[in-house]
């Protein structure tokens, strides 16, 4: 692969194979012969519980000591943190055991002089336990421990010359003597290797089977602790290109979580196993970003959420490579891997142009940021943002295709003239493949755009095709796929892609309002409650939820609740007190024909200043029974492209309608017959 040289991390050989089977039941098993191990400049003897550095003994209390043990024993694995506390702090069931351990570890990284940010003998595995990842070499019986023999410095693995993204892989080790007298030959090769191989630390992959069945990936925010501003947009930049990436890798066995899920989880302080129960992931791939001098290093590894085991993890050095670069690279290298060696797979996610201006760039992550806020007033400056990007850099792909989703939700939201934005958006999105075919993102557009614009079905069934086969985990264009089959009235086929949205995005409180819109316009009321107010509990501000629910509640003829629900929205959107007063006093017996008629006059007094949804002002007309007014705006709806109307063959406010033959001439005309 373009910018890797050499192979891939070694793996361990398959753990059913004999001889791994030995070394899994001697796992627990003692250092052999002499209890003696020697790593860096420090020896240890396991009987007498004493560690030495060269002819000195080096002061360590009983609990450090045994902490040592367990990582001593176990090099070159993972020891969970529920290991070491059943190992050393067996009985103590109501002791800080967090706390003890971390005072524990504190004392044997002061002893070893290691530090925790950039170790040379334990890593951290977050939310998992630790690593000891310096070799280890066993001492033969005739050794004795007062030996005067001087003992090496303690050093770090060798690093390679200046190149960027280097890092080195150390296979695991065994717990046989003959093995780790063999590790510590194998470990100083490959720390020589290094010099040619693209790979820096010695922690590679611990499980090198395939998952079976279909596995689901969440990608947590890189993090970057202590980093200036540059790391952070840096680790951001990683985030959503390893998820694109991953993306790639094999639809059929690999579905990964979306980003706007992905980022709920930054500094949740919860473990993989709660975040597997929440979300139903089987996978995390976690990270960091450190500075050392002038190179950023970023340390990577996935866990398996069944057991909160890490089953591999990679160092890269970003040195003095441009930040898009480096996440171009990385990102690609752990595709490549891990789809090889877990999922069945090979990245197929496109590169970064890679003179690609960082400013755009900026720009562009600011826009997706926005967007995922999706307010009027997030999707303006989103929108403003995706410009800026695209003067800074006019062949930016991504940022056209930014543009293009606004204008559609504009669209959607009717915060706009809908004609306008939806021309704007198919001319964004083309041009958007017009620079890279292979962006799902901008077929998912031109297939919202085909539906609700030009009512041309065939063509948006095609492109949402498209989108779906180039992304299978692109949660917004299932979303909007469930949209379009939803208003074909094909419902068991919209549920189906909403749940599979929902699945890609399971925090999404816009798709969890788009799955109960999809039971309300099948008349499927109460799971449509339900559904609104899982949103809700996401966001309770969220202004489509509360919309939607009140709908619902007027279509159950429940007008108490929806009179609560319209209330509870005016009182989020700071409305002036004296609409609030009008509301509620339309409002007060739950006459759901006067809350009708209220917010029919306030949409036609919004429309005599601006624009105003012809749509909306149609539905309010039909629940009126005033049905002559009703076609009349009906027909400024097909006028103006509002997109509410592509809908109209199974809007529950339309039903007084139906009956009225000139109902069936709009059908026809929207080419819903």
């Not at 989103?382 to 003067?391: D, E, F, G, P, V």
């Not at 007060?588 to 306030?602: P, V």
Request: charged share 25%; hydrophobic share 40%; with cysteine.
């Amino acid at each position: 692969m373009d910018g890797f040289a050499g192979n891939a991390p070694a793996h361990l050989e398959d753990p059913d194979q004999s001889a791994s089977a030995e070394d899994d039941q001697d796992a627990e098993r003692k250092i052999p012969n002499s209890g003696r191990v020697r790593f860096g400049a420090f020896e240890a003897n396991l009987r007498t519980r004493k560690l030495y550095r060269g002819n000195e003994v080096v002061r360590l209390q009983e609990k450090p000591f045994q902490v040592l043990t367990a990582l001593l024993e176990r090099a070159g694995s993972v020891v969970t943190r529920e290991e070491i506390r059943a190992r050393v702090w067996p009985d103590d069931d109501y002791l800080d055991f967090d706390g003890n351990l971390n005072t524990a570890l504190n004392k044997l990284r002061r002893a070893l002089g290691d530090l925790r940010e950039q170790p040379a003998f334990i890593r951290t595995i977050p939310r998992t336990g630790y690593l000891f990842i310096a070799p280890v070499a066993v001492l033969p019986e005739e050794v004795a421990a007062e030996s005067s023999v001087e003992l090496s410095e303690p050093t770090a693995p060798i690093p390679p010359p200046e190149k960027t993204m280097e890092t080195s892989a150390v296979a695991e080790a065994r717990h046989s003597a003959v093995r780790w007298t063999y590790l510590a030959l194998g470990v100083l090769l490959c720390g020589l290797g290094a010099l040619t191989l693209r790979f820096l630390w010695p922690y590679s992959s611990w499980a090198s089977r395939p998952v079976t069945g279909r596995a689901v990936l969440l990608v947590l925010p890189i993090e970057s602790p202590g980093g200036d501003s540059s790391s952070a947009d840096f680790a951001d930049g990683l985030s959503d290109a390893l998820i694109t990436r991953m993306s790639g890798v094999n639809s059929k066995d690999l579905g990964v979580i979306a980003r706007t899920t992905a980022a709920q989880y930054r500094n949740a302080h919860k473990t993989a196993e709660q975040i597997g129960r929440e979300l139903h992931v089987d996978y995390l791939l976690e990270g960091t970003v450190r500075r050392d001098a002038q190179r950023e290093r970023v340390f990577l590894w996935l866990v398996r959420t069944s057991d909160q085991a890490p089953v591999w993890a990679e160092t890269y050095d970003r040195g003095a490579q441009g930040a898009l670069s480096a996440e171009d690279e990385i990102s690609a290298h752990v595709a490549e891997i891990l789809g090889a060696k877990f999922f069945g797979g090979t990245a197929g996610a496109a590169l970064q142009p890679a003179g690609l201006n960082p400013e755009a760039r900026e720009d562009y992550l600011r826009g997706r940021y926005f967007w995922n806020r999706l307010a009027a007033s997030d999707l303006e400056k989103a929108l403003s943002l995706y410009q800026s990007a695209i003067r800074k850099e006019p062949a930016y792909a991504e940022a056209y295709v930014g543009v293009a989703e606004t204008y559609a939700m504009l669209a959607d939201q009717t915060v706009r003239v809908p004609e306008q934005m939806f021309r704007a958006a198919r001319e964004a999105a083309q041009t958007a493949l017009e620079h890279d075919p292979a962006l799902s993102e901008a077929h998912a557009v031109l297939g919202a755009v085909a539906w609700q614009y030009d009512h041309d079905w065939a063509r948006a069934d095609a492109e949402f095709a498209r989108a779906i086969h180039l992304s299978p985990s692109d949660a917004t264009a299932r979303q909007w796929h469930g949209d379009y089959l939803a208003a074909l009235g094909r419902f068991a086929e919209a549920n189906r892609e909403m749940e599979a949205a929902h699945q890609l995005d399971p925090l999404s409180r816009v798709i969890t309002t788009d799955q109960g819109y999809t039971y309300y316009l099948a008349r499927d009321y109460s799971r449509a409650v339900t559904a609104f107010r899982a949103a809700l509990e996401l966001d309770p501000s969220f202004y489509g939820a509360h919309i939607y629910l009140a709908w619902t509640r007027m279509q159950q003829g429940n007008g108490k609740e929806a009179a609560e629900e319209w209330s509870s929205l005016m009182d989020l959107r700071h409305s002036p007190s004296e609409l609030s007063d009008s509301f509620r006093r339309a409002a007060a017996k739950g006459d759901t024909k006067a809350m009708n008629r209220w917010i029919l006059e306030r949409q036609l007094k919004r429309r005599e200043t601006g624009y105003s949804s012809a749509w909306r002002i149609a539905t309010g007309y039909a629940a009126l029974g005033e049905k002559d007014k009703a076609f009349e705006w009906m027909e400024k709806a097909i006028e103006e492209h509002d997109p509410e109307i592509a809908r109209l063959r199974v809007d529950p406010m339309m039903d007084p309608l139906r009956s009225d033959p000139r109902f069936q001439d709009f059908l026809a005309r929207l080419n819903l017959r």
